[in-house]
């Protein structure tokens, strides 16, 4: 299991942070990058990822994935039905 919440972590931080990935250069690609990485963390760790208060430069504005989508949770990607 740990090695599991070490990959889903390290893929998280290189979606986010990856020099090889297009920038990110709009608040939107920005939140919906957010709202992936919150998925995928909650569904397999069941926390928010590790960096969601991390800051990121978004068309010249320091943003974080927490200042932006500051009300989501992981109950939010709770199964349905």
Request: proline share 4%; with cysteine; charged share 10%.
């Amino acid at each position: 299991m740990a090695a599991v919440v070490v990959i889903v972590i390290a893929l998280v931080m290189l979606t986010i942070f990856g020099g090889g990935i297009a920038p990110i250069t709009t608040l939107t690609e920005f939140t919906n990058q957010c709202k992936n990485t919150a998925a995928i963390s909650c569904q397999t760790t069941g926390l928010m990822p590790l960096n969601w208060n991390a800051q990121v430069n978004i068309g010249g504005s320091m943003k974080s994935c927490a200042s932006e989508l500051s009300e989501m949770s992981c109950d939010d990607f709770a199964p349905t039905g």
